[in-house]
């Protein structure tokens, strides 16, 4: 089946650096990817939808410049959490689409971050 | 109004036991539905896709009734691995796929 494969799985860093964190479809090409971010006992929340060779379409409240997305390529997006704060920290899960309706999202296994 | 919506639970309940979920979904044009499995500090992963005539997999059955708006996961003879939170997920007609808060089951022994 498909995967998708994230990295790094956990980051531990201190406060006012960057991390970034990649995305990559391993067995198909993914038109769209997807950023999510789960605080403890929540549910997932969408951050942002990017698709190949343009910008991410942002949700509302979150910050395009705190969170950057690369999406350069059918197989790979970057997010990019810029100066990151205790507040940053939480779990961030990429998942990625064909593009076909009814097809669903695969998800990579979760980054969990970490600011000190 | 969330455009998805469940009931969080948790649902606790006995090894063996029938338990079913129900999601309710707001977007009539809604074109496809699923339920992902999220354990603890894990991703999701994809359970089963809903159809509209309803679906099985082993002990899991699915089914959508669009005039209602909702799908329902019905789990028979639960396991403890059964344990996790169950995602409901919805895309929409903006092909958006948008997530329901989950519901969390416990299965004791």
């Known amino acids: 089946g498909a995967v998708v494969s994230q990295h790094p799985s956990w980051v531990i860093c201190k406060s006012g650096t960057s991390v970034k964190i990649e995305c990559r479809s391993l067995?198909?090409?993914?038109?769209?990817m997807f950023w999510y971010r789960q605080f403890p006992k929540q549910s997932l929340m969408l951050m942002a939808t990017?698709?190949?060779?343009?910008?991410?379409?942002?949700e509302q409240g979150v910050e395009k410049d705190k969170f950057l997305i690369n999406h350069a390529s059918l197989t790979l997006s970057t997010l990019t959490v810029t100066s990151a704060h205790p507040e940053d920290s939480s779990f961030y899960i990429c998942?990625?689409?064909?593009?076909?309706?009814?097809?669903?999202?695969?998800f990579g296994d979760g980054t969990r971050l970490s600011i000190l | 109004r969330k455009e998805v919506e469940q009931d969080p639970g948790p649902f606790n309940v006995p090894e063996g036991a029938t338990v079913a979920f129900n999601c309710t979904y707001s977007?009539?044009?809604?074109?496809?539905f699923f339920w992902y499995r999220q354990d603890c500090r894990k991703e999701p992963k994809l359970l089963m896709s809903?159809?509209?005539s309803g679906n099985e997999d082993g002990r899991f059955t699915a089914q959508l009734n669009r005039a209602s708006q909702y799908i329902s996961l019905l789990i028979r003879d639960s396991k403890l691995s059964d344990s996790a939170t169950y995602l409901c997920?919805?895309?929409?007609?903006?092909?958006?796929?948008?997530f329901g808060a989950g519901t969390r089951l416990t299965v004791k022994p």
């Open positions: 998942s990625a689409e064909t593009g076909h309706s009814n097809q669903p999202q695969h």
């Open positions: 067995d198909f090409q993914a038109t769209t």
């Open positions: 990017s698709n190949e060779g343009s910008k991410a379409t942002y």
């Open positions: 977007n009539s044009a809604s074109q496809s």
């Open positions: 809903v159809y509209s």
């Open positions: 997920v919805v895309r929409n007609n903006n092909n958006d796929m948008r």
